[in-house]
């Protein structure tokens, strides 16, 4: 199983920034993909999933609004666009998979059965 990230990088407040993660190893069709990420002393927080099934998608309140999530099942591929970026989104993101789109579980972050080595995203101020 493989996911890797791309299009991390740095940018100003305000700004946007597209995700990618190609997906493989895996039945892509079978299983939701969800964006994660991990800032230094934050706990896990899954920002976004969509699901297989229908391409129902969920967001967490913090990101709602400016983050859309979308995949393409031909590419095996899942994007995050971000925009409206603020420093608070500074975090590594990662990609991951698992059979059910979900943000979290009695109010902790969802642990999905994939997940790629990440993807830095600085927002500067």
Excluded at 3 to 8: A, N, P
Excluded at 61 to 77: E, I, N, P, Q, Y
Excluded at 87 to 96: F, I, K, L, N, Q
């Amino acid at each position: 199983v493989q996911l890797v990230e791309s299009g991390g990088g740095l940018v100003q407040a305000g700004g946007s920034l597209t995700l990618s993660c190609a997906a493989s190893g895996f039945s892509f069709d079978d299983y939701a993909t969800g964006w994660f990420r991990q800032a230094p002393g934050k706990e896990r927080e899954v920002v976004s999933c969509i699901s297989s099934a229908d391409g129902t998608t969920r967001y967490a309140d913090s990101v709602k609004g400016r983050f859309t999530m979308s995949r393409d099942a031909a590419k095996k591929t899942t994007w995050l666009q971000m925009s409206r970026l603020k420093p608070e989104d500074t975090a590594v993101y990662y990609c991951a998979a698992d059979p059910l789109c979900r943000l979290q579980v009695e109010g902790r972050a969802y642990e999905y059965d994939y997940r790629g080595q990440g993807t830095q995203v600085t927002v500067s101020s």
